[in-house]
């Protein structure tokens, strides 16, 4: 190997090392990019942070308050400010259609199991912040009851 070749050969390793913490660098910066836009936040919380973001919504006068239980389910006991949209009507995904996907949302159910079904169409269709309270009605109804007060 003459001179030149080995002045190549470190200059070469040099800048391959370079390159890679660019690339590196470039990475982090791209995965950081959808926190700094304001991600989507679509999820299941427990009624303590359901609660607490929907009170800061509210204090913002923004956030809609979703029933996914049945009309019957929701004329025994429902959160004073929710509308119904019965997750098993034919019309439901429609209904959802209609929203502002920019809107805070706070979705309910009996249980969690239709309200979480609920959480991924909206997140599929490109909603922004959709909180679903885990454990639905049954285990929050006097919180749901006073929410809003």
């Not at 660019?22 to 995965?31: K, T």
């Not at 991600?39 to 919504?57: G, M, N």
């Amino acid at each position: 190997m003459n001179i030149q070749d080995s002045l190549y050969t470190k200059l070469h390793t040099k800048l391959q090392g370079r390159r890679a913490g660019v690339i590196s660098a470039l990475l982090i910066v791209l995965a950081l990019i959808p926190a700094a836009l304001g991600a989507a936040e679509l999820r299941t919380v427990d009624s303590e942070e359901f609660f607490s973001r929907y009170e800061q919504a509210r204090a913002e006068g923004v956030g809609t308050v979703l029933d996914v239980r049945t009309p019957g389910e929701f004329d025994r006991g429902r959160a004073p400010e929710a509308l119904n949209l019965d997750f098993y009507d034919a019309a439901f995904r429609q209904s959802l259609e209609a929203l502002d996907r920019e809107e805070p949302y706070f979705i309910y159910c009996n249980s969690g199991n239709r309200s979480g079904r609920a959480l991924r169409m909206m997140k599929d269709m490109g909603f922004q912040e959709v909180y679903d309270l885990s454990g639905g009605w049954s285990r929050n109804r006097e919180a749901l009851r006073e929410m809003g007060e």
